[in-house]
């Protein structure tokens, strides 16, 4: 295939951003050019690849949305998050002027629809990436929107139905109209349906996740298909401090909530509170370090490689994001997932009734309920058999091939249409 120059635009956090960049890698290493338009907070990542990056925002506009505590709210999250989105067009449209618009597709996360519309005024098609099963929805596959809310699924379809389009509604249409009023200055027609036609218009969309994890629905939009979760299966050495107390003693608990959550502090307190009751060494992974002084049972750091540490550590409590579920179960350990908002309700119940691990609702965390299930999740054979079972069914280098073949067909297919 002769050489492509391709956008990639991911909106989120580290577990939207990161998919993006494995991506972009196997593209690269078949010849292709790489262009990212991110967030500045993200580019160190991109700039670790040699990749070119054009900032959209600034530093300060993304730490202050991360530490909005409505970004996490369960309630108001999907708007908060919704309305970020939004407050970012001009710095979209700034950006997108910037980075060009020589280009052969533009390859953007499910909230990247801003650049996906100034790509369409451009005549360049766009693939849109869900890294999520929440963001493929189905009345026959329907996702916990929060705890407490499972009797949702046992609901009728009529009802299910009902319920996306009042969804639509109260929370797409907060995007449905900035975005309508842009295509419009575009010259496009307006969107009718922000979810059909927004998030999964293009060429095509990729769900980067698994069957077994999310199985394809009759529902699901057109042209929509699943790939492997996009886990790399490289070992790369650790810093050296993270190195040494990871090595002097037994595999510690490994504690997170999000590269994008920066309300840690009670996290961090109820971690080390059931880490040292169980007694079990506690590994925390954040931006903003603990307030306490640390035991020499526990060890702090900002970031970590999970493909690296994980494989390492005894289990995973986590916010249940997806890419720290992905790779969790790339390691084969057990997981404790305490969930907040958007999709890591889903993604922890589909975890759940996979055997591989367990749920603790968010407001049960700074209870006897999170060392209970703790010590149950240890404790459970059943648990860390199935959790090696799967390990092996993640990821790797074919699942990224299958992955870039199909995005060079769908180009090469869109292209040779244009032409008839």
């Given at each position: 295939m002769r050489r492509l120059r391709l956008l990639f635009t991911p909106f989120g956090s580290e577990g939207d951003v990161n998919p993006l960049i494995w991506i972009a890698e196997g593209m690269a290493a078949r010849g292709h050019d790489v262009v990212f338009i991110i967030t500045p907070h993200y580019q160190r990542l991109?700039?670790?690849?040699g990749f070119t990056a054009v900032p959209i925002g600034t530093e300060e506009q993304f730490l202050a949305f991360a530490r909005n505590p409505k970004a996490w709210d369960p309630r108001n999250g999907p708007r908060t998050v919704i309305k970020g989105m939004v407050d970012?067009?001009?710095?979209?449209?700034?950006?997108?002027?910037?980075?060009?618009?020589?280009?052969d597709a533009a390859i953007l996360s499910t909230l990247g629809v801003a650049v996906g519309s100034l790509a369409e005024a451009k005549g360049i098609p766009r693939i849109m990436v869900h890294m999520q099963p929440i963001c493929v929805r189905s009345i026959h596959d329907f996702p916990l929107l929060m705890p407490g809310m499972e009797f949702l699924q046992h609901t009728p379809l009529w009802f299910k139905r009902a319920f996306f389009w009042l969804v639509d509604r109260l929370i797409w249409v907060v995007a449905e109209r900035p975005l309508n009023r842009l295509r419009s200055h575009l010259g496009l027609p307006?969107?009718?349906?922000?979810?059909?036609?927004?998030?999964?218009?293009?060429?095509g969309g990729a769900a980067m996740f698994p069957d077994w994890f999310g199985p394809p629905q009759l529902d699901w939009p057109a042209g929509t298909r699943t790939f492997n979760f996009p886990v790399s299966p490289e070992i790369r050495l650790l810093p050296s401090d993270l190195d040494a107390f990871l090595s002097s003693g037994e595999p510690p608990i490994i504690w997170t909530h999000g590269s994008a959550n920066f309300d840690i502090e009670h996290f961090q307190r109820c971690a080390l509170r059931a880490s040292q009751a169980l007694g079990r060494r506690c590994l925390l992974v954040s931006l903003d370090p603990p307030k306490s002084t640390l035991p020499p049972t526990a060890f702090h750091c900002r970031h970590a490689r999970f493909e690296d540490v994980f494989p390492r550590c005894l289990a995973a409590v986590h916010h249940g994001g997806i890419g720290t579920t992905a790779k969790a179960i790339a390691a084969g350990i057990s997981q404790l997932i305490v969930p907040k908002s958007h999709d890591q309700p889903d993604n922890a119940q589909r975890i759940a009734k996979l055997g591989l691990g367990k749920m603790?609702?968010?407001?049960?965390?700074?209870?006897?309920?999170?060392?209970?299930?703790?010590e149950e999740l240890l404790a459970s054979e059943e648990i860390k058999t199935a959790s090696l079972a799967y390990r092996d069914r993640v990821g790797g280098q074919a699942a990224r091939e299958e992955l870039l073949n199909w995005i060079e067909q769908r180009i090469s297919e869109h292209k040779s249409s244009d032409r008839i």
């Amino acid at each position: 295939m002769r050489r492509l120059r391709l956008l990639f635009t991911p909106f989120g956090s580290e577990g939207d951003v990161n998919p993006l960049i494995w991506i972009a890698e196997g593209m690269a290493a078949r010849g292709h050019d790489v262009v990212f338009i991110i967030t500045p907070h993200y580019q160190r990542l991109i700039d670790k690849k040699g990749f070119t990056a054009v900032p959209i925002g600034t530093e300060e506009q993304f730490l202050a949305f991360a530490r909005n505590p409505k970004a996490w709210d369960p309630r108001n999250g999907p708007r908060t998050v919704i309305k970020g989105m939004v407050d970012t067009i001009p710095e979209a449209v700034s950006a997108f002027d910037r980075a060009g618009d020589q280009f052969d597709a533009a390859i953007l996360s499910t909230l990247g629809v801003a650049v996906g519309s100034l790509a369409e005024a451009k005549g360049i098609p766009r693939i849109m990436v869900h890294m999520q099963p929440i963001c493929v929805r189905s009345i026959h596959d329907f996702p916990l929107l929060m705890p407490g809310m499972e009797f949702l699924q046992h609901t009728p379809l009529w009802f299910k139905r009902a319920f996306f389009w009042l969804v639509d509604r109260l929370i797409w249409v907060v995007a449905e109209r900035p975005l309508n009023r842009l295509r419009s200055h575009l010259g496009l027609p307006a969107w009718r349906s922000f979810y059909d036609e927004g998030l999964h218009g293009g060429i095509g969309g990729a769900a980067m996740f698994p069957d077994w994890f999310g199985p394809p629905q009759l529902d699901w939009p057109a042209g929509t298909r699943t790939f492997n979760f996009p886990v790399s299966p490289e070992i790369r050495l650790l810093p050296s401090d993270l190195d040494a107390f990871l090595s002097s003693g037994e595999p510690p608990i490994i504690w997170t909530h999000g590269s994008a959550n920066f309300d840690i502090e009670h996290f961090q307190r109820c971690a080390l509170r059931a880490s040292q009751a169980l007694g079990r060494r506690c590994l925390l992974v954040s931006l903003d370090p603990p307030k306490s002084t640390l035991p020499p049972t526990a060890f702090h750091c900002r970031h970590a490689r999970f493909e690296d540490v994980f494989p390492r550590c005894l289990a995973a409590v986590h916010h249940g994001g997806i890419g720290t579920t992905a790779k969790a179960i790339a390691a084969g350990i057990s997981q404790l997932i305490v969930p907040k908002s958007h999709d890591q309700p889903d993604n922890a119940q589909r975890i759940a009734k996979l055997g591989l691990g367990k749920m603790l609702t968010y407001k049960h965390l700074d209870t006897p309920h999170l060392e209970k299930t703790l010590e149950e999740l240890l404790a459970s054979e059943e648990i860390k058999t199935a959790s090696l079972a799967y390990r092996d069914r993640v990821g790797g280098q074919a699942a990224r091939e299958e992955l870039l073949n199909w995005i060079e067909q769908r180009i090469s297919e869109h292209k040779s249409s244009d032409r008839i």
